[in-house]
C-alpha cells in the first residue's frame, strides 16, 4: 500500500502562482503524475515524472505554466503552476506508478497506468 498526501493548494487571485506538494514512503522509487478534476468535468492528465526525474511528460494543454519536479530525498514531487487563471480551479490529485520503470510518456497520461492515489488538494482560483 502506498499511501499519498498532497498538500499546498488554497485559494489563489488570479495572476500568481501556487506550488503543490506530494509526499508518502518510498515514492522515490516510483513514477509519478499529477491529474485535476474541475467541477462539473472529468479527471485530466496534467504531468508525469519518472522516479528518477530525468524524463517528464506533459499534457499539450499544460506545457508552458506547469513544472513537474521531484525529490528524491524527501519522497516529494511537486507541481508549479504559474500564472494561474480561473480555469486551474480544480482537485489535485497526485498518483504513483509502481511498476514502469524508465522514460514517462504517453502511456501515463491515462489514469488506468497510475496504481495508487492521494486525496486530493484543491486549488480554487480567484479572478
Known amino acids: 500500500q502506498v499511501q499519498l498526501q498532497e498538500s499546498g493548494g488554497g485559494l489563489v487571485q488570479a495572476g500568481h502562482s501556487l506550488t503543490l506538494s506530494c509526499a508518502g514512503p518510498g515514492i522515490s522509487n516510483y513514477a509519478m503524475g499529477w491529474f485535476r478534476q474541475a467541477p462539473g468535468k472529468e479527471r485530466e492528465f496534467v504531468a508525469a515524472?519518472?522516479?528518477?526525474?530525468?524524463?517528464?511528460y506533459y499534457a499539450d494543454s499544460m506545457k508552458g505554466r506547469f513544472t513537474i519536479s521531484r525529490d528524491n530525498t524527501k519522497n516529494t514531487i511537486s507541481l508549479q503552476i504559474a500564472s494561474l487563471n480561473v480555469e486551474d480551479t480544480a482537485v489535485y490529485y497526485c498518483?504513483?506508478?509502481?511498476?514502469?520503470?524508465?522514460?514517462?510518456?504517453?502511456?501515463?497520461?491515462?489514469?488506468?497506468?497510475?496504481?495508487?492515489w492521494g486525496q486530493g488538494t484543491q486549488v480554487v482560483v480567484s479572478s
Open positions: 498518483a504513483a506508478d509502481i511498476f514502469m520503470k524508465g522514460a514517462v510518456t504517453a502511456q501515463h497520461s491515462t489514469a488506468d497506468q497510475f496504481d495508487y
Open positions: 515524472i519518472s522516479w528518477s526525474g530525468d524524463s517528464t
